[in-house]
């Protein structure tokens, strides 16, 4: 029973970090029909922003943690300024090209610059918490609360501000949005930087658990923040967030039953079953063609 | 060195073939266009529209299915790049906006294929339609400041106005996806109107309505352009609105104007009458 419970911990604490990842994918889906292959790399260079400020710099935890945060968000408005606005007119696969080459990009920038050995840091968070006869570690706890936090946010800023609104207009309909005043290439900005921003959180609960980074940290949790968006219906905000959390639970299930060296192979079966049997995911909307 | 004398210069009036309700005859036009045309590939489809709509004009566009109707809303709204001619809104060039420009100037549109923003509620439709007119940081309204409160309640009463036009306020919660099909239509109307716009293009607005309902619509769209005093142009095939509440009626066909004028005008048109007729036979 303990075993199971820590497991099921375990599987919560790993799908945080992937639906944080995995909204982020999702959002800029849902809004400019583009698999953003880069947002991947997004979490490593927000994890190497935490690493330096805490190593090199010594700053506080909670400054570096915004410091991380404000380096992805940045990042990530850059990335659609520079590479994806002059595009948008293009067919989608350029896009997707593109997103792939920003991707590359950014793994061998960091190989070049931070060196491609993996750096490890002394953990941040350490210490468990007593429950009855089980104990929970610091960290776990602390990752499940801060992406509720961040998702409860989210939903809040989606739902009822009208930059949210706005975007859930452009993602249904571009052009009509367009025709009703609201301006594109603010409301596309404001989903990268949100997104962008929950992967910086998301990098920093992966330096809390696993104290390490490396420059292609990013692309094996991306693949899998990509599958749990596609489990969770691409382009559904709330599907994303389950889809992140099933993936998590999924793979502690694996390792719980001894399995753990078929992890990824499991993760990414589900990624062929789920096409094969309901491509919309779990909350995708089906697109009904009008007759 | 000696210049060879410039012939003078000759001018001739140019004779305008546009008109105007006579209340609105010493103001500027909201709209005017000249020589507006666009090719699609080798087609023309739209070529040498000229028109002018009075700042309280009600106009309507009438015409054989594919005579260029839509595409002329398009390119008033800048969703095509226009191949040739001017439009000016309010004495301003449109040429170079973006839509979302354009719609700021003062131009907002319905659809002939409903696009309202289906998941939404019908509350959230207008909210979003009246963005521009609703300020406040991204960050007041996380931290959910009094200034978010205050703008949103402001918002929110704005939308509810403009919804009890079509007494609308009971369906504000509900998704827009879920309304009837002449409720949405009516939806699409107060959508627009919520942009805040001095020109109303209504693509087809009874289209697929009852003769009662159609009834309705036409004393509503006079009662909208009675209270907010802006112009009203619409593309329309049912002939009693057409012929009901416009002021002036363009003709188009092949994407040209043939015939511009008043009801009786344009009904005893002959050309009118051949292009939706066919010709009359000889002898």
Known sequence: MSLFFSQFLNGLQTGSVYALVALGYSMVYGIILLLNFAHGDIIMVGAYAAFYSMTAFHLHPLLSVVLAVAASTLLGVVIEKVAYTPLRQAPRLSLLITAIGVSFLLENGAQLLFGSETKSMSPIVTGNVSLGSMSISKVALLTIAVTVAAMAILTFLVQRTKLGKAMRAVSEDMGAAQLMGISLNKTISFTFAVGSALAGIGSVLYLCAYTQASPTMGSMLGLKAFVAAVLGGIGSIPGAMIGGFAIGLLEALCSAVNLSVWKDGVVFAILILVLLVKPTGIMGRSQAEKV | MSRTPRPKTKLVPQPTTNYLPERDADKRPILETRHLGIDFGGLSAVSDFNVAVGPTEIAGLIGPNGAGKTTIFNLLTNVYKPTRGTILLDGIDTAGKSTTEVNRMGIARTFQNIRLFRQLSVLDNVLIALNNETRYSALSAILRLPEYWRRERIARDRAMELLSIFDMQPLADQPAGSLPYGAQRRLEIVRALATNPSLLLLDEPAAGMNPSETSELMDNIVKIRDTFQIAIMLIEHDMN???????????????????????????????????????????
């Open chain 2, 241 to 283: 609105l057409v012929m009901g509440i416009c002021e002036v009626i363009g003709v188009l066909n092949f994407g040209r104007i043939i015939a511009k004028g008043t009801s009786d005008d344009i009904q005893s048109n002959p050309l009118v009458i051949e292009a939706y007729l066919g010709k009359k036979k000889e002898g």
